[in-house]
């Protein structure tokens, strides 16, 4: 049983490390590449289970609000306008202050 969780978890991180490197060779700055990317490729890699859970309850929050939005005769509910604004506000935080 351990060594299924250990393979599972390893597979994980060399898939999400070898992704994370190829999004990062794809994605770096022309002008001022970073230095070492393939480092925060690694343990952004071990990370990954973390990454998995916060994905799933970003999935959940949006499916409750959905339901909320479908539930109520109110287009914008209070919740789903501040989610909406949280949104926002994380998405260009540069533009916000």
Request: with cysteine; proline share 7%.
């Amino acid at each position: 049983m351990l060594s299924t969780v250990l393979s599972c978890y390893l597979l994980g991180w060399v898939l999400t490390t070898i992704g994370l490197a190829l999004a990062v060779g794809k994605l770096n700055d022309r002008v001022a590449p970073q230095a070492h990317p393939l480092p925060l490729a690694v343990a952004a890699g071990a990370a990954w289970p973390l990454v998995l859970l916060g994905a799933a309850q970003f999935a959940i929050v949006v499916i409750v609000l959905n339901a909320i939005r479908r539930r109520t005769d109110v287009p914008r509910p209070a919740a789903t306008a501040e989610f909406d604004e949280l949104l926002a506000a994380t998405a260009y935080p540069c533009t916000s202050g």
